[in-house]
């Protein structure tokens, strides 16, 4: 979790490229990782741990402080992700191993998968490139 944080502080993001190999060794993530700490908030209602709720709290160089509410993980059934989100996210995890034209291809045969009547047209476009 502490690199999480520390590639959210840095990069303003963290998705699947923020786990590559240059990513992980970005100096400036893994300073940050040395003064991130992680504490279980005893304010936090019962239960929520199966929802991935948490609250961050950031403290500045000047000595403010910055905190947000807590709150679930996006994703949660409870909390689900628009479809566009999750066309982002399955476009991002797929372009590692698809290319852009072949990654949204398959996207939109996911979307319309009741319309495919056999589903190896999709998944012969899966097995390309396996090891």
């Known amino acids: 979790m502490q690199f999480c944080a520390a590639a959210a502080l840095a990069d303003g993001r963290v998705d699947f490229g923020s786990f590559m190999d240059g990513e992980i060794t970005n100096p400036e993530v893994r300073e940050l990782m040395g003064r991130i700490a992680m504490v279980v908030d005893p304010g936090l209602p019962e239960g929520v741990e199966q929802h991935a709720w948490s609250r961050v709290t950031v403290r500045l160089r000047d000595g403010r402080t910055l905190s947000t509410e807590a709150r679930g993980a996006r994703g949660h059934p409870a909390t689900p992700l628009s479809d566009a989100a999750l066309l982002e996210k399955f476009l991002a995890c797929a372009k590692a191993v698809l290319s852009v034209d072949e990654a949204e291809g398959v996207a939109e045969q996911i979307g319309h998968l009741e319309d495919i009547p056999d589903v190896r047209v ?9 090891d």
Request: charged share 20%; proline share 0%.
């Open 122 to 130: 999709l998944t012969s476009r899966l097995e390309g490139g396996l």
